[in-house]
């Protein structure tokens, strides 16, 4: 499986941006897709998930209302909509896919994307 992400960019502080992942090469409708992001220095975290038929869903605490994963399993995408950004969301943001149940470790996902940066300026 191939997972494409794209979106990121340079924004200001209270600015928004939307992250698109789209897969390939995989059966995408059956699998739960994650969001993580990794800021220089520091280890990869979770930042959201989500099931395969969007059910269940994830978030980390400090993303909680600001940020909302989505999917479209017809376009094989799954989005991360960003709003409120702040300088600490500064990060190189993934996307991973697992099969079975969404989850907020890294370690469970098999597959993942080549990463977008993700740069908020105060």
């Not at 794209?6 to 698109?20: E, F």
Request: with cysteine; charged share 20%.
């Amino acid at each position: 499986v191939q997972l494409q992400a794209s979106g990121g960019g340079l924004v200001q502080a209270g600015g928004s941006l939307r992250l698109s992942c789209a897969a390939s090469g995989r059966t995408f409708g059956r699998d739960a897709m994650g969001w993580f992001r990794q800021a220089p220095g520091k280890e990869r975290e979770f930042v959201a998930g989500i099931s395969w038929n969007g059910d269940t869903i994830y978030y980390k605490d400090s993303v909680k209302g600001r940020f909302t994963i989505s999917r479209d399993n017809a376009k094989n995408t799954v989005y991360l909509q960003m709003n409120s950004l702040k300088p600490e969301d500064t990060a190189v943001y993934y996307c991973a896919a697992k099969s079975g149940h969404t989850s907020r470790y890294s370690t469970e996902y098999d597959y993942w994307g080549q990463g977008t940066q993700v740069t908020v300026s105060s």
